[in-house]
């Protein structure tokens, strides 16, 4: 059944888990398009952030799927309706939190997950941004296949400032401090909006996300840490990561698995437990912050086959 369906999913970040009555209007807004179910929602009120994995077959023009469109993609359809009551719903001058964010819609990422290319779901990412960025008038970047260089998120997020928090406490507060950006976004207006911010949309292979808690009050000490831990720092290949605090004494290396065949989640724990034990500190179980691929795609099939047979 699946060889025969092109599929993709969409990853949407929102910073807020905090207001309910805000997420129950971002699910009923998803919920206009039920061939785009949301499959898993993963939600830390310390970092107040919420994610959204959502799966929906693909259209085979999807750079022709709009709106007012007379075959539109359903993903692209709901992730829009998701971004617009988001936007509603929360004020990103009220959010404080543990985990940076760029705005209120903090990142959204395409991922092939059957019978699609990078290229496939990087159109739908593209229209998508340009209907963001004109029809809501919010700043949106572009990464990855969706940018016509290749542009990585990691340098979009470097360049606006994300991994700096403007809180003695390690927090992010509020909205942007300037209206100016030292980016140029790739659609809509060229400033950020203090409720809104801005949003980043990409499309990339598929990304795992697992985080690993060091029980520690040293914010300096596990940065240099989860320096270690990442590509960039000379650590585990295709690995990103940073220290974000998670509740009283425990501070998290949070990362981003851009290729498990070359470092998984069980690297990465194993890397983390070394580098405490050579501090004199105690990591403890990290977890993935979304299903597997394969669980997703498996909990998708359900879904549709349960769906299918109700109607």
Same mark, same amino acid.
């Given at each position: 059944m699946l060889k025969q369906m092109v599929v993709g999913c969409c990853k949407v970040y929102i910073s807020e888990s905090r207001n309910k009555a805000a997420l129950e209007a971002i699910e009923r807004a998803a919920k206009l398009f039920p061939e785009a179910p949301i499959i898993n929602k993963f939600e830390d009120p310390t970092y107040n952030r919420v994610g959204y994995t959502l799966v929906s077959k693909l259209g085979p023009?999807? =750079? !022709?799927? !709009? =709106?007012? =469109?007379?075959?539109?993609?359903p993903l692209r359809g709901a992730v829009f309706e998701m971004v617009k009551a988001a936007f509603a719903a929360i004020d990103l001058e009220k959010h404080r939190g543990t985990h940076p964010r760029l705005g209120v819609v903090d990142h959204i990422c395409f991922h092939p997950l059957s019978g699609a290319s990078v290229d496939h779901v990087a159109r739908t990412a593209k229209s998508l941004a340009a209907d963001v960025? !004109?029809?809501?008038?919010?700043?949106?970047?572009? *990464?990855?296949?969706?940018? !016509?260089?290749?542009?990585?998120?990691? =340098?979009i997020r470097r360049g606006l400032g994300y991994f700096k928090p403007n809180s003695d406490d390690? #927090?992010?507060?509020?909205?942007?401090?300037?209206?100016?950006?030292?980016?140029?976004?790739d659609e809509g207006p060229p400033r950020a909006l203090q409720k809104k911010g801005v949003v980043v949309v990409g499309a990339t292979p598929w990304v795992d996300n697992y985080n690993v808690p060091i029980f520690s009050n040293d914010m300096d000490l596990v940065r240099r840490m989860a320096k270690k831990v990442s590509a960039r720092g000379g650590g585990l290949p295709s690995v990103q990561s940073m220290a974000l605090a998670h509740g009283k004494g425990i501070i998290e290396v949070a990362c981003n698995l851009l290729d498990t065949t070359k470092a998984g989640g069980i690297?990465? #724990?194993?890397?983390?437990?070394?580098?405490?034990? #050579?501090?004199?500190?105690? &990591?403890?179980?990290? *977890?993935?912050?979304?299903?597997?691929?394969?669980?997703?795609?498996?909990?998708?099939? #359900?879904?549709?086959? &349960?769906?299918d047979s109700s109607q």
């Open positions: 023009n999807p =750079s !022709s799927s !709009s =709106s007012s =469109s007379s075959s539109p993609c960025g !004109s029809r809501l008038q919010v700043a949106t970047f572009l *990464y990855g296949a969706a940018h !016509s260089a290749g542009r990585t998120l990691d =340098s390690n #927090q992010w507060i509020g909205g942007p401090h300037s209206e100016t950006l030292e980016l140029n976004p690297e990465v #724990q194993r890397e983390v437990e070394r580098l405490a034990k #050579q501090e004199g500190m105690e &990591a403890g179980e990290g *977890y993935y912050t979304d299903l597997s691929r394969a669980k997703i795609i498996e909990t998708y099939l #359900q879904m549709m086959t &349960a769906r």
